[in-house]
Nanobody, 123 residues
């Protein structure tokens, strides 16, 4: 395993919740930051949320108050709790590791990417 591995995607109804997880054991999260991005067909990857090694979170305006990101340093795992899901949250969600101390909202500044997990929210 050389990539982060996402899990937890699925199909839900609007208003439901999902929890995504990212196993970054291969990269390790020491002195790193991890970001969640999402992508829909024909669009670039959009920053959703990020967290650094010290647990400081960062959220996009579109998910602030609905999504919560957390880190389990011992397991090199990051979780994204997604509540009050909306149809517009439908996308492929990717986790990415950045070998730097701070979260970036720019996809190009991340070093390792997972394969992605599909989240579909029906209205």
């Amino acid at each position: 395993q050389v990539q982060p591995v996402e899990s937890g995607g699925g199909r839900v109804q609007a208003g439901d919740s999902l929890r995504l997880s990212c196993d970054a054991s291969a990269q390790g999260l020491s002195r790193s930051a991890l970001g969640w991005f999402r992508q829909t067909p024909g669009k670039g990857r959009e920053f959703v949320a990020g967290i650094n090694w010290h647990g400081v979170p960062n959220y996009s305006d579109s998910v602030q108050g609905r999504f919560t990101i957390s880190i389990d340093n011992a397991k090199n795992t990051v979780h994204l709790q997604m509540n009050s899901l909306r149809a517009e949250d439908t996308a492929v969600y990717y986790c990415a590791v950045r070998k730097a101390l701070t979260v970036s909202t720019r996809a190009g500044e991340y070093d390792y990417w997972g394969q992605g997990t599909q989240v579909t929210v029906s209205s």
